[in-house]
Each structure stands twice: as C-alpha cells, then as structure tokens.
DNA sequence: CCACTGACTGGTCGATCGATCAATATTGAC
DNA sequence: GTCAATATTGATCGATCGACCAGTCAGTGG
C-alpha cells in the first residue's frame, strides 16, 4: 500500500483538498473553480470533498478562514508591541508586504473574495488589524512619528492600499515609473516611500 | 407593432444586450454570469447574443472596451491641459473620483477584469493616463506643488490606489477610523487629504 | 415581382457542473 | 479479534451551461 498512500497519512487528506481548493479557488474563483479538478489535485474522489466539507460552498469558506487565521498569526507574531512607535510602524508595514508576498495564491484568494464568493461574506479582518494598527499610527502620531494633519486610521488605511496595489499591480507602476525614466524600485525602497508619505517630511521646494 | 418594438428600432437590441451584458457581468463576474440571463435581462432571445458578439467572450471583451472607452473619453475632456499643474491634479483626481462613483457597475467590472476573464487581457488604460498623469505630476513637482522626495509616476500611483481603495472599501475605512472616534469623511474632505498626502506638508509635531 | 441579406427566435445538443449514494476500506475502542 | 464509526471510492443523477442551427420575418435593390 505504501506507493498507493504514500504521502498523506489518511487523515491528511483534508488537508491536501485544503491547499488544492485554495490553489484552484486562487487561480479562477469560485465559480470559475471546480469540485473535480480541486478533487484530482488533490489526489481524491470528489466525493470525499463533499463529505468533509459539505459542498462547494463550505470548501470556500474553510479555505478562506484557514489563510485569514494564518495572516492574523503571521502578524500577531510579527509586531512586537513593545516597540518603538517608529519601528513598530515599519516593522508593521514590512511584515504586512512580506506575508502577502510570500503568499500570492491567498493575496490572489483575498482579492477574489471581494467580489465573488457564494454569499457576500464580511471578512472580519477589519477586527483584530484596525484596531492594533490604528492604535500604533496612533501612538506615532502623538510621539511626533507621522503627520499630524490626518487621523491615524486614515493614515493606516492610506499605507495598506498603496501595499495592495503595489502587490497586485506592478506592471502598471512600472509603466508609470518608467515615462520619466525612472527604473523599477525594491521593496524596501517602495516602503521608504510609504513611510516618506505618512510621515509627511519633505516640504515642496521653493 | 409599436407595442411590440416600441424601445429599440431594430439594431439598437446591440446596446440594450450590451447594457445588460455590463450589468449582470459586473454582479456575478464572467464565469458567475450567464447567457441567458443576460438575453433575458436584454429582453432578446440567448441566440442573438451569439450573432451579433460570437460568444460569451466576444461579450465580454465588447463590453469592457466600451467602458474603457467612455473612462478615456471622461478623462480627456475633465481635464484641462492648460491649468496651472496644482489645480490640474486637483481636477484631474477629482474626476478620476467621481467617475467611478458615478459608474459603479463600471468600476465593479473592472475590478473583475483584474482577476476573471476569458484569457486576461491586459488593459491598455496604462498608456493614456499614465502619460498624461505622470507628465501633469511632473509638472507639479518643478513648480513645487507637490513633495520632491519621490518619483512624480509615483506620486500618482500612491494617488490612485488609494482613491480605488476608497471607492470599493468604504465600509472597512469607516471601521479604521470609528476606532479613533473620528466619523465619516465626505469625498472633498478624503480628496484634501489625498492631496495633502502627495504634498508633504504638515512637518511631524515637535 | 423576385432574390438576397441580416436581424432575430425557439428549440435542442453535448458537455459539464455540483451533488448524491451505495459500496468498500480503514481506523480505533473494547 | 470484533465491531461500530469513520474515511474513501466510483458511478451516476438531474440541472444547467454555452453553443449551435433551422426557420421566420423585415427590409432592399433590381
């Protein structure tokens, strides 16, 4: 039997459909998705999908809780809260484009989980994140860190979105770069920028 | 017959089966989509979607073309190449605002074109705006309207992300800044700000 | 008047979807 | 070792999808 169950060890099978359900569900969505094709990379009958999860629907969403439980973690363990304001901040910010960097398949999950899925579920993200994370632009702001002229969840939301869009829009930031002849940036370079932006330094010139 | 074609004389079933197509493709996406909805939806029969587009992805490769190409036409004639270069941004993220507020089934299919698709085209909106966008930034940057410290390319990417953000995640920037007790923003207090960003005014507090 | 073209309909085809279920293999408790 | 519970399979169901096509009708040029 060891050629014919070689690698997952029974019980492991849930989590063989897991990774493939979120490898496909990344690749072409939930209706673009299917139970058959998720259910061969995963090495399984179809029916064993429908058994430990219910259908298609409850796939999903298992999926969608594992890699949002994992990014809570990720984060929770990466933001030491005893941190400086500014250093806290940047690691933030560097932990947050880091993790989804490392992970493309559930920043490609997360996107599509904004406009598809089987019913609209709130992802519960805002929660634990907005509250840490205004608290620390918060407690830059009042430590003199980042500019004074903008609410501090408005600066985190403002650090998130240019991260985002910087993920899953590169090429056009590089179309836009390179009219003025200006040649691709690193990632920390681009998280200079960032915190150039929130930080509110460099007044225009004369 | 004036009761049975009393709305479309004859070829204009063209615009209503598009108008339709942009509708139901930016509520399910293009695989969560149907033919036959959107023939219902068009008040014609599910053939004639195939006579006039070839198919589903004739369809959809139409319809996205065609809101692109309002975008562009919006754009060119919101914008005024002979304004002084800050209130030349200001009216140019303005209308870049508004008109994905007053296109939000548009922008929702946009946002759709990013991940779904029959072969994911690649939107050629880069070349045009991006153009104009980043020469009216760098224009900006030598009168000194806007901060020195970053590529103008730049300056405008951070702009229209967060705009994006904006547009489509309002309910998680209400919850980023309820938890600091500050309230909504209106869409010119959020334009302010974004300006403000891109400025670098406001030096850190002592 | 006829011939021709394009718009449009209704019905239908094969393919494929998610779901289901009886049957079988495996496990763990005793 | 026995046996109930669970894991897993393979086959199949009804539904629905996109595509297709024969046929009708209106308009048009000769």
Redesign the interface.
Same mark, same amino acid.
């Given at each position: 039997m060891s050629e014919l169950c070689p690698v997952y060890p029974l019980v492991d099978a849930r989590n063989a459909i897991l990774e493939a359900g979120l490898t496909v569900f990344a690749a072409?969505?939930? /209706?673009?998705a299917t139970m058959r094709e998720i259910a061969q990379k995963a090495g399984v009958s179809q029916g064993l999908l429908h058994h430990h999860f219910g259908g298609k629907d409850g796939l999903w969403r298992i999926v969608g809780e594992r890699i949002t439980a994992d990014f809570m973690t990720y984060m929770a363990d990466a933001v030491d809260a005893d941190l400086p304001a500014d250093e806290g901040i940047r690691a933030m910010l560097r932990s947050y484009l880091n993790y989804w960097k490392e992970h493309p398949t559930a920043f490609?999950f997360n996107?599509?989980r904004?406009?598809?899925g089987p019913r609209s579920e709130?992802v519960a993200r805002?929660?634990h994140i !907005?509250?840490h994370?205004? !608290?620390l632009f918060?407690k830059a702001q009042d430590v003199?860190?980042?500019?004074?002229?903008?609410?501090?969840?408005?600066a985190?939301?403002?650090s998130?979105? @240019?991260i985002?869009?910087?993920l /899953?829009?590169q090429?056009?930031?590089r179309?836009?770069?390179?009219?003025?002849g200006?040649d691709g940036?690193s990632d920390e370079a681009f998280l200079e /920028?960032v915190l150039?932006?929130?930080?509110? @330094?460099?007044?225009?010139?004369?």
């Open positions: 072409d969505g939930f /209706h673009g490609r996107l599509w904004l406009l598809d709130r805002s929660e !907005a509250r994370g205004v !608290a918060q003199g860190f980042i500019r004074q002229d903008m609410p501090p969840g408005l985190l939301i403002f998130g979105s @240019v985002q869009f910087w /899953h829009s090429v056009e930031v179309d836009a770069l390179a009219t003025t200006d940036l /920028h150039n932006l929130v930080r509110g @330094v460099s007044a225009p010139a004369t």
